[in-house]
Each structure stands twice: as C-alpha cells, then as structure tokens.
C-alpha cells in the first residue's frame, strides 16, 4: 500500500474522531434546554392538535354528504315548529335531516312537491358500502352521495332496520372507493377523545372534537334497541349518519342524534349508535338482504333497588324476568318469572336494556349461556334463541314505589276475564283505581290481574287479602300485575298498621 495514502487516511480520521470528540464535550458541557411548565403545555397542545389534523385528513375522503329527495304528489303538509316538549318527535327529525321547504312543480292537472333532507354517511369497503341512518334514507325516492373531491354519485339503498337506525347504501367507482376501518366500540371508555365529521347545515366535511361523556344510553325513542354512546363532540342539523372516530382514526360509532330542540343545535349532548351493533346489521343486510333479530321470549324489567330488596337481593344489579312467553325459548332453557339474570355469555348486566340488545344482536340458533338468582341460588341457563316474531320485542317496564296501595279486586269470574281477556289466567282482577294513589302511580289500572303477592300465587279475594295483611306488617307489598299480555313485579310502600 501507498505510504502516502495511508498517512492521509490516517490524519483524516484522527480529525473525524477529534470533532466527534469535541462535539461530545460541548454536548456535555452545555446545559439542557428546560421548558417552562407553560411551553411545555403549549407543546403537548400543539401535538393534540397535529394528531387531530393528521386523523381528520386521513378519515375525511371516506366521509360522505347525503342529499334525499322525496316526489309528493298533492297538498304539501306543514310541520309546526314542536310545542310538546319532546325533543325527538318528528318534527325534531325534519330540522335534524335538515328538511328544506319543498320546491313546487306545477302542471295543469297535479302538483308535485320535493321534499329534501341533508345528512351524512360513510364508505365502509372498496366496494363502495355505506353506512348511515335508516331515518334518512327511509322511504325516499333518491338517495345523491357527495364526495370529498367533488364527485358525486346516485346511490343505491341495499338495505334499512328501523329497529336499529342502520342503513346500508352503496355507490359504484370501479371497487376503488376510500374507506373507513371499524373499531369495537364494546373498548371504547368514557373519557377518551372522538372526533365527528359530518356535513352539519351542510357545511361539508365539518370536523369537530370532544370526548364520551357516556355509554349505554337507553330509553330515548328514537329506535328499538338502544345503547348509545353520548359524546359532546359537536353534532349539529346534518351530522345524522356520520361517524363518530377515535384516535385509531377508527369508526366506533354513528352519529344519530341530539338531545336539544332541531332548532337551537348542539348543546354538548349527541348520541351515536356503536358501531358494534350497526357491524351486525351491516352483515345481515349484506348476506341476506334484511336483520333477523334474536328471541328469548321474556318480558324483562329493571331490578331497581325497591325490588331487589322485595327480592332480598339487596345489592344485587341484574334483569328481572317478570313473564316468559309459552313456547318461547326461555321457557325451554327453564327460565321462570322472578328469575334475576345477572349475566349473559360471561358478561354482567346491569340493565333490561342490557339484555334486550345483547340476546337481538345474537341471530336465531344461537345458544345463549344465562346466569340467573332464583330464590338467591345462582342456575346456569342454556337457551336456543329463535327468531323475533313480526311485531314482538321484549318489554321492559318499570315499577313504582309509592306510600298508598288505593285499589279494589274482584275474584275473576268467566264475565270478567271475557271482558278483559284474561280467558285460562288465574287471580284477581283489578276493578277500580283510586287517582293517586300508590296503585294508579305504580301503572296499575282496571282490567290488571294480580297474579301473584309477595311471591305468592293468589287465586281469589281472601288469598289476596290474606297476603296483604302480612304485608302491612312490613310496610311494603310485591305483586305481581298482568296487564295487556305483559306481566311486571311492582314493589310497593304501604302504610303500616
């Protein structure tokens, strides 16, 4: 080798590693540049920030504008601005589609009328699937889908369940569609961060942040199953049918509606449907064109705390079984009135809705494993669910706790089960109601039959009054009603002697 090249490599790399050298003692030397508490706040600010813009435009291509139109041939009808107090009543839905006034078309023998809703949706495969909301897409004439890039498409409506809220549409672009990843919703806490993207006042592609303020929301109306999640992430006229995503950049949910007057907007409290169970609807739509639900056949309440002591399960949180359908898989697996189911599959249950969206989910042929207290013993149920029949669902209702009993029994001759169709029933019918009263607040009417008091099977009107005596020893009295083919345990405060 060349004496003179190597002499040069070697100086070059004594000066390489003298400046790696000082480098590392400047590096040393010099004292670590500290924030302050409030650049350091800035800063992690700034990152929320970018994280949310780097979700916003990774998720928006997939988000879809919604534009319906409804051809009436006739007399337009108004809708009044809504006086009952019910923030979800149908004209709540005409401002929440963002329903504009119709456009008249005249010709000399007919009117027509257009009427128009706005919302939104998402493209859920490259097939160009979409999910949104049945309510804005039900029994319209045409469905338009808008784009992020401007274009724009008819859509298709595969499938719609009003029992959920969920419709799939679909739009065609040669299996090249962006589209959205499905988180489980079952995951998601309260307390994370979601953002909703939607096109509210038809503002397009509109993307606002907040958090889950809650889960499990049930008994608003608005559908048969219910178990929403409310976030404050703001959802306006137009959001219907948009996703709710989290920081994944995930769909967990559907935004569906909010609480509030149409007309005042979003006051931090909207509603979405998770995505858990719009994925169940979205398969059966897709493989058999329409949702089967699953059937227990029971008629379930919640356990409130009056019950559960009437039941001496005092602390015990789980669904009171208060009727079972003949025939029905319930009565099958064993399931009796006044069994406590506590869990389903595994997982506890806390409320009637609980179990009424859990056992719907589930198709017809599935084995289902119940946990349920009878008479404070735990028994492991196995029931086969079949198939909802059209127009059933399972009930729930609530019981009343009140100070006053207030009502009269007779014994149920022939007469009086024809007349309130009690015909192969036995107990006492309920012939009058004092207003008021513990009875009356409790639900209790005439034509009711109390079948049961304090677990007790009562038969006529001594039987009954037999119970009730012990039980103003107590202050407090459990029947069991039966009223419109329903039955329900009402626990209830008496005077005491």
Do not use: C
């Amino acid at each position: 080798m060349n004496t003179t090249t190597d002499l040069r490599i070697s100086k070059n790399a004594s000066r390489h590693w003298s400046g790696l050298v000082l480098i590392a003692l400047w590096l040393a030397l010099t004292p670590p540049i500290v924030l302050s508490e409030e650049e350091q706040s800035i800063n992690i600010l700034r990152q929320m920030g970018k994280a949310f813009a780097n979700i916003a435009e990774k998720t928006s291509p997939a988000v879809v504008a919604i534009r319906t139109e409804k051809r009436i041939t006739g007399q337009y009808p108004s809708f009044e601005t809504p006086s009952n107090g019910n923030p979800f009543s149908e004209d709540f839905f005409n401002y929440f589609f963002r329903r504009q006034a119709p456009q008249q078309q005249r010709s000399p023998r007919q009117r027509v009328f257009r009427q128009t809703a706005q919302g939104s949706g998402f493209i859920v495969s490259r097939e160009g699937y979409i999910l949104t909301n049945n309510h804005l897409v039900e029994d319209v004439d045409e469905v338009k889908v808008t784009l992020t890039d401007g274009r724009e498409f008819i859509a298709k409506i595969i499938g719609a369940d009003p029992d959920s809220d969920v419709a799939v549409i679909k739009i065609e672009d040669n299996n090249n569609m962006p589209y959205l990843e499905l988180a489980d919703s079952d995951k998601i806490e309260v307390g994370e961060w979601v953002l909703a993207i939607g096109n509210p006042f038809g503002l397009s592609h509109t993307v606002t942040a907040g958090i889950v303020s809650a889960k499990g929301r049930s008994g608003m109306g608005i559908a048969t199953y219910e178990d929403f999640i409310q976030t404050d992430a703001a959802i306006n006229l137009g959001n219907s049918g948009g996703p709710l995503i989290d920081l994944d950049g995930k769909v967990v949910g559907i935004n569906t509606a909010i609480v509030g007057s149409g007309m005042t907007g979003n006051i931090g409290i909207g509603l979405a449907i998770p995505i858990n169970m719009a994925k169940t609807v979205y398969k059966q739509i897709i493989e058999k064109g329409k949702v089967v639900y699953g059937f227990l056949g029971v008629a379930i309440q919640d356990l409130t705390p009056a019950l559960a002591e009437s039941f001496k399960l005092k602390g015990v949180t789980g669904v009171l079984v208060s009727d079972v359908t003949k025939g029905s898989a319930a009565e099958k697996a064993g399931v009796k009135a006044g069994d406590v189911v506590i869990e389903m599959e595994g997982r506890p249950l806390k409320r009637a809705a609980d179990l009424r969206e859990r056992i719907a989910m589930k198709g017809p042929g599935t084995q289902v494993e119940l946990i349920v207290l009878r008479d404070g013993k735990k028994r492991t149920l196995t029931a086969t669910l079949q198939e909802r029949p059209t127009g059933e669902e399972v009930v729930e209702t609530r019981a009343t706790t009140t100070e006053k009993l207030g009502l009269t029994v007779s014994n149920l001759t022939n007469e009086l089960a024809k007349q309130f169709g009690l015909e192969g029933l036995k107990g006492v019918v309920v012939t009058d109601v004092e207003q008021g009263s513990a009875a009356a607040l409790a639900g209790i009417q005439p034509g009711s039959l109390i079948q049961e008091v304090n677990r007790k099977p009562v038969e006529n009107t001594n039987e009954f009054n037999e119970e009730i005596e012990k039980s103003l020893k107590e202050g407090k009295v459990l029947l069991r009603v039966r009223y419109e083919n329903s039955s329900v345990f009402i626990s209830l405060i008496l005077p005491k002697e």
